[in-house]
């Protein structure tokens, strides 16, 4: 089944020491999404890829890095991860067409604890 | 984009119809309403999507009044199953698709 997929699913990190989240997807999709959701509130938007262009929320700390360098993956680097970053990472895929609204397609997401 | 405002819990019972009621006062001409489910410790899930009048799928019915300025989530009897967190969202076509959550509706169906 064509699917979204991110490891690992929980990760530890400690205070300041920079950590990769991976997102994979077998949907041929050219948009991909990273999300931020913390314990009991709704995913926020940190920053979306369509095809090789990069679009940052304005509210995105710098801390956040992302990278995608083919179709199927996108990653999500934290440089210096704090406990205020604590949460889950949702990785999202779409199929954009112009002129048209096209459901998002979700990952099992990332729960990152800070220690 | 439009803000949206729904309830923070519903409660219900097995076999029954929820109607899930979202208020979008400023939504513009080129936005969609569209609503995803999530379970705990998974991502959001589409449920249904429309413009105006009545949406239905396998899944959930959406209705939307002519002045687009609410919508109701309709789940024809639930189970225990439903229980999670339903979100309306309004979606601009010209936006990049891009989702913003509001805070949500935990829906909690007991027996």
């Known amino acids: 089944d064509a699917m979204v997929i991110q490891n690992p699913r929980y990760q530890v990190t400690q205070f300041g020491k920079p950590v990769t989240l991976s997102c994979s997807q077998t949907?041929?999709?050219?948009?991909m999404y990273w999300y931020q959701q913390k314990s009991s509130q709704a995913p926020k938007l940190l920053f979306h890829?369509?095809?090789?262009?990069?679009?940052n929320e304005a509210d995105t700390p710098d801390n956040f890095q992302s990278r995608r360098p083919n179709t199927s993956f996108c990653f999500l680097d934290i440089r210096s991860p704090g406990l205020g970053d604590a949460a889950m990472y949702l990785c999202a895929t779409s199929s954009r067409t112009s002129g048209d609204y096209n459901e998002q397609f979700f990952g099992p997401g990332t729960r990152l604890t800070v220690l | 984009l439009a803000k949206t405002t729904q309830p923070i819990s519903m409660d219900s019972y097995e076999g029954q119809e929820v109607n899930i009621t979202c208020s979008h006062n400023?939504?513009?001409?080129?936005?969609?309403i569209t609503w995803y489910q999530q379970f705990p410790s998974q991502g959001p899930r589409f449920i249904i999507q429309?413009?105006?009048t009545k949406v239905t799928n396998e899944v959930a019915s959406l209705f939307i009044p002519a002045d687009r300025k609410s919508s109701t989530l309709s789940l024809p009897r639930v189970s225990l199953s439903d229980t999670a967190v339903y979100y309306c969202l309004v979606t601009n076509l010209g936006g990049g698709n891009k989702l913003t959550f509001g805070t949500g509706t935990q829906l909690k169906v007991e027996l």
């Open positions: 429309g413009y105006k």
């Open positions: 400023n939504i513009a001409t080129n936005d969609y």
């Open positions: 890829y369509y095809d090789k262009d990069f679009n």
């Open positions: 949907l041929n999709h050219n948009v």
